[in-house]
Each structure stands twice: as C-alpha cells, then as structure tokens.
C-alpha cells in the first residue's frame, strides 16, 4: 500500500534538455561532413557524364562518326544529326544518328559545341562542353581533345 501524500522518486519518461541538444549538435555535426562530400561528388558525376557525352566513344561522337561514314562527310553543325537534310544528300541520310536530343547538352543544360574542322584535334572535330561554369574557354571546359596537366 502506498502512502497517502507522498510521491515517489521515480525519473518520468522523455528526454533532458541537454539530451536533445546532444542529438542536434551530433546530428549538426554529421551533416557538416556528409554535404560537402555530397556535393563534390554530384560535381565530379556530372563532369564524368559531360566527359562520356563528348568522348571517343560517346554517343555523340559515334552519331558524328555515323553521320562522316553515310555522307562521306563530317557534318557542319550537330543539328545535322537529327535533322534530315534537304536536295541531293537527303537520300544518303540514314539519320537519326543519335537516340535524344537530350544527348546534345550537357548536364548543366547547356548545348554541346562543335567545330569542323578542329582547332585542338586537326583533321578532326572538337567537340566541347563549356563545363560547370558555363563559360567557352576556360579551364573546366571538357572536350575530345587531349590536356597535358
């Protein structure tokens, strides 16, 4: 039988202050690690991607190649890649010569750049992303050319 009046030493159920600012601060500090480290590897996934869209053996050099091997010629603009042309050469075309528009930009959204003949790769074409930055010529820029670093 318990006493009439008198309450007993028991600890209630839940959670201290300092218990819970504990789990912030811990939560806090896990997130200042884990972030960053997410978002340079976003970065480096996109460049990666960027790098297999404009590589030797990406899709948009084998609808380059494609395009060079039915018409005996390299194309002018990438456009040419999905677009059947007109006159003569129309029936040479055995476009399209790659899957998705959506593989003529990058993965930040901006058209890839082409150019025949190439200035880095003579007798050939440069294909180039600006990069992360946006920005034609700079040191992010990713292309089918070879950088000495």
Same mark, same amino acid.
């Given at each position: ?11 209630? @159920? @839940?959670?201290?202050? &300092? ?6 601060? &811990? &939560? #806090?500090?896990?997130? #200042? ?5 997410? &978002? ?5 996934? !996109?460049?990666?991607?960027? !790098? ?42 055995? @476009? ?34 600006? @990069?992360?930055?946006?920005?034609d010529g700079t040191d992010d820029d990713i292309g089918n050319w070879r950088t000495e670093k």
């Amino acid at each position: 039988m318990r006493p009439i009046g008198r309450m007993e030493n028991r600890r209630r @159920g @839940g959670f201290t202050l &300092i218990e819970v600012l504990l789990v912030v601060f &811990i &939560i #806090a500090l896990l997130a #200042a690690f884990v972030v960053p480290n997410f &978002i340079g590897t976003q970065e480096q996934a !996109q460049k990666s991607l960027a !790098q297999s869209l404009v590589g030797a053996n990406g899709p948009v050099a084998t609808g380059v190649n494609m395009f060079r091997m039915a018409m005996g010629r390299y194309p002018k603009e990438l456009s040419e890649l999905v677009q059947k042309p007109d006159g003569d050469e129309a029936a040479k075309w055995g @476009g399209p010569y790659i899957n998705d528009v959506s593989q003529l930009k990058d993965p930040w959204t901006n058209e890839l750049q082409y150019k025949y003949p190439g200035t880095k790769n003579e007798g050939s074409y440069d294909l180039w992303s600006y @990069g992360p930055d946006g920005q034609d010529g700079t040191d992010d820029d990713i292309g089918n050319w070879r950088t000495e670093k």
